[in-house]
């Protein structure tokens, strides 16, 4: 696929997120860290969605 196609699909894409962008590598590592760390020692059962709001529509 062409370069030019797929920044278009990517700009349609973060368009239609509620934060109007794409996440970040780091925005996800973030949560997967938490989740992996000490500091999330008392959460169970949780859904966490790192998703820019797309599960909120």
Not at 2 to 30: F, M, T, W
Not at 31 to 52: C, H, K, Q, W
């Amino acid at each position: 696929m062409p370069a030019d196609q797929v920044e278009g699909l990517k700009a349609n894409l973060a368009a239609s997120l509620p934060l109007g962008r794409l996440g970040k590598p780091e925005e996800i590592a973030r949560a997967a860290l938490f989740l992996a760390s000490d500091d999330s020692t008392f959460i169970t059962g949780i859904e966490l969605f790192v998703d820019g709001g797309v599960a909120q529509v």
